[in-house]
C-alpha cells in the first residue's frame, strides 16, 4: 500500500471515529436531559468510578479542567448528594471525593441506556463483526494508551 494510500485510510478512520463520537456525545446528552447531572458531572463521575476516590487534583487531571473547574463541579456535585468530600485517614490534610449511592445510581442507569441505544444500532450487525469490532477497538485503544504513555515519559 502506498503512503498516500495509507493516510487516505487513516483520514477515514479518523474522520469515521470523529462523526461516531459525536453521534454518542450528542445521545449522551440527551439521555442526560433525563438524570440531574451535567456532562462534566457525568464525566467525573465516570473517572470516580473507575479510578475510586480522588483529590481535587487528581480528578481534575483526569477530566482536563482547571482545579477551580473542578472545585465548582465537585461543589454542584456534593450540593446534590452525588458525591462527598472525605478525609484521607492516613493524611488528615487531603481531602477526597467519594461517590455516594445516588451518583453510582445515575452512572450506572445512564451507561445502561447507553448500550441499549448501541445494542440497537447494532441489531443487525453480525455477532463475528461485533467480535472483530470489538477486538479492534480494543487494539486501537490499546496503541493509544502506549504512545500516551511514551510520550509523557519523554
Known sequence: MSKSDQMTKVADVEK????????????????????????????????????GDMTIGELSN??????????????????????????????????????????????????EKRQQYLEEVLTDVPEEDVETLNRLLRVLHTNMLAIDQASEEE
Open 16 to 51: 469515521e471515529l470523529r462523526y461516531i463520537a459525536g453521534i454518542i456525545k450528542q445521545r449522551g446528552r440527551v439521555i442526560l436531559n433525563h438524570y440531574p447531572i451535567t456532562a462534566p458531572q457525568f464525566v467525573a463521575l465516570q473517572w470516580l468510578l473507575e479510578k
Open 62 to 111: 483526569h477530566i482536563h479542567l482547571a482545579c477551580s473547574t473542578t472545585t465548582d463541579l465537585v461543589d454542584r456535585m456534593e450540593k446534590n448528594e452525588l458525591v462527598e468530600r472525605i478525609r484521607d485517614p492516613k493524611d488528615r490534610r487531603v481531602v477526597r471525593i467519594q461517590v455516594l449511592d445516588k451518583g453510582k445510581k445515575i452512572i450506572h442507569e445512564v451507561i
